[in-house]
C-alpha cells in the first residue's frame, strides 16, 4: 500500500499562485505517471496534470500555459505549481500515482481544497 501526503492548497485571489505538493510513502520511479486531478462541485474529477516516469508532462488545455508539474524524486514528491489562478480553478484536487502498467496499483491522495476568488 502507498500514501499520498498533499498540502499546500487555500484561498487566493484571481490571478495569483499557488504550489501543491503530494510526497509518496515509497519512490515515485515506480509509477508509470504521477499527478493532479481536481474535481469541482457539481462536477466529474478530471485531469490537469501528469508526468511520467519519463518526466514528460501532460496538461489538461484549460490550465496549459498556467501550470507546471514537477518532481523530486529524491524527496518522493511530486508539485504542482499553479500561476494565474480563475475563479474557475476552484475545486479539490487530487495528487495520483498511476502504477497500474508496473503491476503496483493506483493511489490518491486525500485532496486539498483550492479556492479562487475573484
Known amino acids: 500500500q502507498v500514501q499520498l501526503a498533499e498540502s499546500g492548497g487555500g484561498l487566493v485571489q484571481a490571478g495569483g499562485s499557488l504550489r501543491l505538493s503530494c510526497t509518496a510513502s515509497?519512490?515515485?520511479?515506480?509509477?508509470?505517471?504521477v499527478g493532479w486531478y481536481r474535481q469541482a462541485p457539481g462536477k466529474q474529477r478530471e485531469l490537469v496534470a501528469t508526468?511520467?516516469?519519463?518526466?514528460?508532462?501532460n496538461f489538461a488545455d484549460s490550465v496549459k500555459g498556467r501550470f507546471s508539474i514537477f518532481r523530486d524524486i529524491a524527496k518522493n514528491t511530486f508539485y504542482l505549481q499553479m500561476n494565474r489562478l480563475k475563479v474557475e480553478d476552484t475545486a479539490v484536487y487530487y495528487c495520483?500515482?498511476?502504477?497500474?502498467?508496473?503491476?503496483?496499483?493506483?493511489?490518491w491522495g486525500q485532496g486539498t481544497q483550492v479556492t479562487v476568488s475573484s
Open positions: 495520483n500515482a498511476d502504477g497500474v502498467d508496473a503491476g503496483i496499483g493506483q493511489y
Open positions: 515509497r519512490s515515485i520511479i515506480n509509477f508509470n505517471a
Open positions: 508526468i511520467t516516469r519519463a518526466a514528460i508532462p
